[in-house]
């Protein structure tokens, strides 16, 4: 039942789109999953690629992924660690992958003089809010996400 950690490769590719799939079909999106082997080889581990990812195995076998980059506090004036994506698959749940990711970020964060490690999470997964709780994060409810994508970022930046 041992657990590892590594920073993913480019030959991880089809198993990060096979947790990106995994974790899409969860929250009920896998209709919007554009992801592909070849994008994210390129969007992860591409020349100019500023995401990193993660893999958690177990006895040799992925059973779970982070998906992060660096964000910015103009506050701060230093860098953050955002995380975009966190999954591990339902067999390995309970054995504590989510939370040695989280752990192995957080000491990303502070190897790179982050000021803050933040990630979003859909109101109704209650197991991942129990799990950021109990390691002592917080909501950020005064703050509300938007997003421009699609048809309507087009425009936009056309307008």
């Not at 992860?44 to 910015?72: D, H, P």
């Not at 957080?106 to 790179?112: S, V």
């Not at 990630?119 to 109990?134: C, F, H, K």
Request: proline share 2%.
């Amino acid at each position: 039942m041992a657990l590892t950690l590594r920073e993913a490769t480019r030959n991880d590719a089809a198993t990060l789109l096979g947790f990106i799939r995994e974790l899409a079909i969860y929250e009920k999106a896998e209709h919007e999953v554009a992801a592909t082997v070849e994008t994210i080889e390129q969007s992860i581990f591409g020349e100019t690629s500023v995401t990193r990812a993660l893999i958690c195995e177990q006895n040799g076998v992925a059973v779970g992924m982070a998906i992060w980059f660096y964000s910015y506090s103009t506050w701060q004036a230093r860098n953050g660690l955002y995380l975009e994506d966190l999954y591990v698959t339902p067999r390995a749940r309970g054995l504590g992958a989510g939370k040695a990711m989280l752990r192995r970020l957080a000491q990303i964060a502070l190897e790179n003089g982050c000021g803050r490690f933040e990630w979003s999470v859909l109101d109704w997964n209650e197991p991942a809010i129990r799990v950021y709780e109990t390691i002592g994060a917080e909501p950020m409810n005064e703050w509300i996400r938007y997003r421009l994508s699609g048809d309507t970022l087009k425009t936009f930046a056309e307008s």
